[in-house]
């Protein structure tokens, strides 16, 4: 099976991690996001397997327990978790995983799978990380500003750093850092992969059959 890539998005809470990863879901058709688990009740609309997977609490401490999650959090009185198994179906379907997570989670992720590739969303300038919290109405915003002011120092330990200011710009950098993965040789000739770059029969069957040899004629 084509094994795909593992993509970790994070970012201080209020950065634009959820706006830049659903345009990207949108947009990349390879794409598919790890759902998360949650012992918070469904709001009106949402699904569950679709938005969430709503387990009880005790449900959840015992896939703790028994190890189901790659990371997990509490927060204020909910649980939240990746699914391993979440990320095993994604890359069973020949497609890369999305997992939209806080820093903390990220370094659980990237400890469990260290071939993930991680993200580290980055605010313009805190006067607009400020702006973005109480866009969004937040409240207790400086203690999330402080909050902020310590994760930043995160992104050296990330693989990559994009600003989210344009998002638009965002976007398509983090598409072009994910494209530029499914190009990577050693991918491309795993396995299948090579189909689905568009080149005609003529050049699979010189791949498949041939040998490289790059003499000069
Ligand atoms: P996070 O998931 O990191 O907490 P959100 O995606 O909820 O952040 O975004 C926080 C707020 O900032 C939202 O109101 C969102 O519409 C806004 N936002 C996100 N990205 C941008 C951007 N590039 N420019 C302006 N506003 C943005």
């Known amino acids: 099976m084509p094994k795909g890539f593992v993509y970790i998005l994070s970012a201080p809470s209020g950065t634009g991690k959820?706006?830049?990863?659903?345009?990207?879901?949108?947009?990349?058709?390879?794409?598919?996001?790890?759902?998360?688990?949650?012992?918070r009740k469904p709001r009106e609309g949402e699904k569950n397997g679709i938005d969430?997977?709503?387990?009880?609490?005790?449900?959840?401490?015992?896939?703790?327990?028994?190890?189901?999650?790659?990371?997990?959090?509490?927060?204020?009185?909910?649980?939240?978790?990746?699914?391993?198994?979440?990320?095993?179906?994604?890359?069973?379907?020949?497609?890369?995983?999305?997992?939209i997570i806080d820093v903390q989670g990220a370094f659980e992720v990237k400890r469990k799978l260290p071939n993930a590739v991680s993200i580290f969303l980055l605010p313009p300038?805190?006067?607009?990380?400020?702006?973005?919290?109480?866009?969004?109405?937040?409240?207790?915003i400086e203690e999330r500003l402080e909050w902020a002011k310590k994760e930043i120092p995160c992104a050296k330990h990330f693989d990559y750093v994009v600003v989210?200011?344009?998002?638009?710009?965002?976007?398509?950098?983090?598409?072009?850092?994910?494209?530029?993965?499914?190009?990577?040789?050693?991918?491309?000739?795993d396995n299948e992969n090579y189909r689905s770059l568009g080149f005609g029969e003529d050049i699979l069957e010189a791949i498949k059959g041939g040998r490289c040899d790059a003499k000069k004629v």
């Open 18 to 39: 959820t706006t830049v990863g659903h345009r990207l879901l949108e947009e990349i058709p390879f794409l598919e996001r790890v759902i998360t688990a949650t012992t």
């Open 52 to 99: 969430y997977y709503f387990l009880k609490e005790e449900e959840f401490l015992k896939k703790i327990e028994e190890g189901f999650f790659l990371e997990w959090a509490k927060v204020y009185r909910y649980y939240y978790g990746s699914p391993k198994s979440e990320v095993e179906r994604i890359l069973s379907q020949g497609k890369d995983a999305l997992l």
């Open 125 to 140: 300038s805190m006067e607009e990380l400020k702006r973005r919290l109480l866009g969004r109405g937040e409240r207790e």
């Open 164 to 189: 989210n200011d344009l998002l638009d710009r965002a976007v398509e950098e983090i598409k072009s850092i994910m494209i530029a993965n499914r190009r990577k040789a050693a991918f491309v000739f």
